[in-house]
């Protein structure tokens, strides 16, 4: 029986980075890492596979930094884990025992199987899977009608991507009223809606796929629940995504409503000495305290970090704060983002809200070349001025900029503050400093909480 004082479940973003940060701060500790497959890719980049990337390499990541820091990697699969005992054992017959062990096994797809037909030849999946995603690009490169079914960031993104090209006809099915609801405001999601449609997407909201239609094993096309009829070569389903947490279950894990595993604010399980990580644990809103399920690399490497420093002891006082829910994208050419608590969901969890608006330009003057038009909406709790949520779009600076408006809502930045934010602004990289859009919305906001 081989001994380890860590054992990695996982090399994705979050194993990756919890096995980096772990053997760093703990260098004379063994580490080791198991995953399933040799190479991995970058989740929130496998959308741009289908196009702009046009070869799976490119989009590569493993755990090499791992490695070169000394620990060792198993491409190996554990069936077996008695948490008690601290010992596993693998697909290869081997058998572990450890002293701290990590579940960082991420998440699969949903699989409709309540869709009639989802088991036919084509119909696809976005898996974090180096081959399935290969053989998936080679299969849509054939196609000439393609049926994606969901209308979030992986949808929009994948059908965005594929209505590149020329010769192909593909459509969008969302159930919701609007593409990326569970992300923007209904006045945003509008201005969503009508550039995936720009970008040549054909899209249908507010409908349902009744079943998944095929001739001789393999799609042929999608019935809607209106009765109408689409013809599909392909049909891609990505309807998100649910913890992989089988192992976790069977080993005695506790294991929430949202099949994520239960763990505390430093990350640790019901069971001694292990921890889970990224999309298999579980989240809480930073604002609503509501119990969420956030499926992000960036929301996972936070994770992975902090528990790399806390592994063995609490050197980070500072615990994970809960999930504040930063999101970005970029359709037809025009970046989104939010954070934290927009409109809907402070209307959901009954939190009262003010709102403080303001748009313009990125640039300095307006009429410089690359300038483009930036909106910034902050949502503000009108009892003390902290900053809860806001969202925005606009040119690529919005990329950045919503990261400053997340650290402001964990830092409890009140719009009083915001007003007094000390700048450093350039005509060729910036907004102007008269009218800096995150201050000039958070005067909007003042003046929205004055006149209540």
């Not at 054992?89 to 199987?113: H, R, W």
Request: glycine share 10%; hydrophobic share 40%.
């Amino acid at each position: 029986m081989k001994f380890y004082d860590v054992v990695v479940i996982g090399g994705g973003p979050s194993g990756i980075i919890v096995g980096v940060t772990g053997k760093k701060q703990n260098p004379e500790k063994s580490f080791l890492m198991i995953t399933e497959k040799p190479k991995g890719l970058v989740p929130c980049g496998i959308p741009y596979l289908f196009h702009d990337l046009e070869d799976v390499s490119k989009n590569a990541m493993g755990p090499k930094s791992f490695v070169d820091l000394g620990g060792e990697l198993w491409i190996d699969k554990v069936n077996e884990l008695d948490p008690d005992e601290k010992v596993l054992k693998t697909e290869k017959g081997e058998t572990v025992k450890f002293d701290k062990l990590v579940f960082a096994t991420g998440s699969i797809p949903t699989v409709p199987s309540f869709i009639e037909g989802y088991d036919l030849e084509n119909v696809l999946y976005i898996k974090k899977d180096y081959d399935y995603i290969a053989k998936a690009m080679e299969i849509t490169k054939n196609a000439k009608n393609i049926i994606v079914i969901g209308g979030g960031f992986i949808g929009v993104e994948v059908a965005e991507q594929l209505a590149r090209f020329s010769d192909k006809t593909v459509s969008l099915i969302e159930m919701e009223n609007h593409c990326l609801s569970r992300a923007f405001s209904e006045q945003t999601t509008k201005i969503t809606d009508e550039l995936i449609e720009a970008s040549g997407v054909k899209l249908y909201c507010g409908n349902v796929v009744k079943r998944i239609l095929g001739e001789n094993g393999k799609v042929s096309g999608i019935e809607l629940a209106d009765g109408r009829k689409l013809d599909a070569d392909v049909v891609i389903a990505s309807i998100g995504y649910k913890p992989n947490t089988a192992l976790a279950r069977e080993s005695g894990l506790s294991i929430n409503d949202n099949n994520a595993i239960n763990c505390d604010n430093y990350l640790r399980t019901n069971k001694k000495d292990i921890f889970a990580i990224g999309d298999c644990s579980s989240t809480s809103g930073f604002i609503t305290g509501r119990t969420d399920n956030i499926m992000l690399a960036s929301t996972a490497t936070a994770e992975a970090r902090i528990l790399g420093y806390n592994l063995f002891s609490i050197n980070l006082i500072r615990n994970f704060p809960n999930t504040i829910s930063v999101f970005s994208t970029e359709i037809h050419k025009v970046a989104f983002a939010s954070a934290g608590a927009i409109e809907q969901i402070a209307e959901q969890t009954q939190i009262e809200y003010v709102v403080g608006r303001f748009s313009d330009v990125d640039r300095h003057p307006g009429t410089i070349e690359d300038a483009s038009k930036l909106c910034v909406k902050l949502i503000v709790s009108p009892g003390d001025g902290k900053i809860i949520g806001g969202e925005m779009y606009g040119g690529k600076s919005v990329g950045e900029l919503i990261n400053v408006l997340a650290l402001a809502i964990q830092k409890q930045v009140t719009v009083y503050e915001m007003v007094c934010f000390q700048i450093g602004t350039h005509p060729l990289l910036t907004t102007a400093p008269t009218k800096y859009v995150l201050i000039k919305a958070a005067e909007m906001a003042i003046a929205a909480i004055n006149k209540k």
